[in-house]
């Protein structure tokens, strides 16, 4: 298959989750034997921060503006599959293009599903509109559940799939290194996730000066007022991601609000700090416990309190279980077969319809 992608980014993971998501994917993906092509917008916050610009897996292309964009015409539309994702710059004018040249089957694969619609609702989605949403033949969505119904039924999508993110097992792994942290956080700032950061690390850093934690991740801001047993890390690039989970006791997963409120939206870090097999503390939504068992696989946690008695525990059991799912379900040659399997679908299907008109 001959596929092109138009997403976020692939050259820099700096502020995004959008890049580690790709990453795994697409190298699963041409593990399969496809041929790809990336195309990504030039922007000045990500060429400062580049940690991959000559990926073995795929061919990697930058461009400036909707001009530029042009010269990859003939690719979009000679390829098998074309998949536009979220938050990509331009991303209507991108996506009524890709509608209105690919020859071969089109999708939108949206890695914030929930935060997209609530923009489409409010009327200030920037890189997807309502009547785009039936012209990709596929939706592919970082949520599963009721939400798969939503789209079809109130966007008109005629196939709406989960694409969940996942782990690269070869990047994310247990390291054997000391332990530096008793609580670690792995994100960037978001105003409505910093709500939960402080009541589940922030509050029990306070109440538990003999810990040590820290938080990694860009664009928090200068007024946040850390304890001085929580660490800041700025950036943190993928390549010292299992590193950082390995000198954890714990990891706290935190979610936003737009993901909570829909639930079934796990995020790129869920699985890889489970990857690595360090537990993980997380806030609670609907949907959670059909990707890890609260029993065995997760600590849930409500309060600072939650959190405080989970970091008196011995969990090691309930990390390497975590880890024992994500490589039998959540893994990035999971998420290729899937999304083999829905292209070849869509591709099936106009093959059919084509055949049906011809004949007729």
Same mark, same amino acid.
């Given at each position: ?42 922007? &000045? ?23 530029? #964009? ?7 539309? =000679? ?18 293009? +890709? =509608? ?12 914030? *599903?929930? !935060? ?13 509109? /309502? ?21 079809? =039924? ?7 799939? %989960? ?24 994100? *960037? ?10 009541? #589940?690390?922030?509050? /029990? ?37 299992? %590193? ?9 997963? +935190?979610? $936003? ?8 939206? &796990?995020? +790129? ?16 939504? /609907? ?6 068992? /609260?029993? $065995?696989?997760?600590? #849930?946690?409500? *309060? ?13 059991? !309930? ?12 893994? %990035? ?28």
């Amino acid at each position: 298959m001959r596929l092109v992608v138009l997403g976020l980014s692939l050259s820099s993971s700096w502020g995004n989750g959008h890049a580690t998501t790709f990453r795994a994917l697409l190298r699963a993906f041409a593990m399969r034997g496809h041929d790809i092509l990336f195309l990504e917008r030039d922007v &000045p916050w990500y060429a400062e921060h580049r940690d991959l610009v000559d990926p073995d897996y795929c061919r990697l292309a930058l461009y400036r503006n909707l001009d530029e #964009l042009a010269r990859w015409r003939h690719e979009i539309a =000679q390829a098998d599959a074309v998949v536009v994702g979220s938050y990509v710059p331009d991303g209507v004018a991108i996506g009524s293009l +890709v =509608q209105q040249i690919a020859g071969g089957a089109t999708a939108f694969y949206d890695i914030d *599903t929930p !935060i997209t619609l609530a923009a489409i609702e409010r009327g200030d989605c920037a890189y997807l509109s /309502p009547d785009l949403i039936p012209g990709y033949d596929l939706y592919l969505s970082f949520t599963g559940g009721p939400t798969l119904d939503h789209i079809e =039924q109130c966007y008109g999508s005629p196939a709406a799939r %989960a694409l969940y993110c996942s782990a690269d097992p070869a990047a994310y792994s247990p390291l054997d290194q000391p332990k530096r942290w008793d609580l670690s956080y792995l994100g *960037t700032y978001s105003p409505d996730r910093q709500p939960t950061l402080e009541k #589940l690390l922030i509050e /029990p850093a306070r109440n538990m000066p003999e810990r040590r934690f820290v938080v990694a991740g860009p664009q928090y801001p200068a007024g946040i007022d850390w304890p001085a047993n929580v660490e800041r890390i700025e950036h943190l690039p993928p390549s010292d991601h299992a %590193a950082f989970y390995a000198a954890s006791h714990f990891t706290l997963n +935190v979610t $936003r609000a737009d993901m909570i409120r829909a639930g079934w939206s &796990p995020s +790129v870090r869920l699985f890889e700090a489970a990857a690595c097999g360090i537990p993980i503390i997380s806030d609670i939504w /609907p949907g959670l416990d059909r990707l890890f068992d /609260p029993a $065995r696989e997760i600590i #849930l946690a409500e *309060t600072g309190r939650d959190v405080a008695e989970a970091l008196n525990r011995d969990a090691s059991a !309930i990390g390497h279980s975590a880890r024992t799912r994500v490589l039998g379900a959540h893994t %990035a040659a999971h998420r290729a077969e899937e999304l083999d399997r829905h292209l070849q679908d869509v591709i099936d299907r106009r093959s059919a319809t084509l055949l049906a008109a011809a004949s007729g």
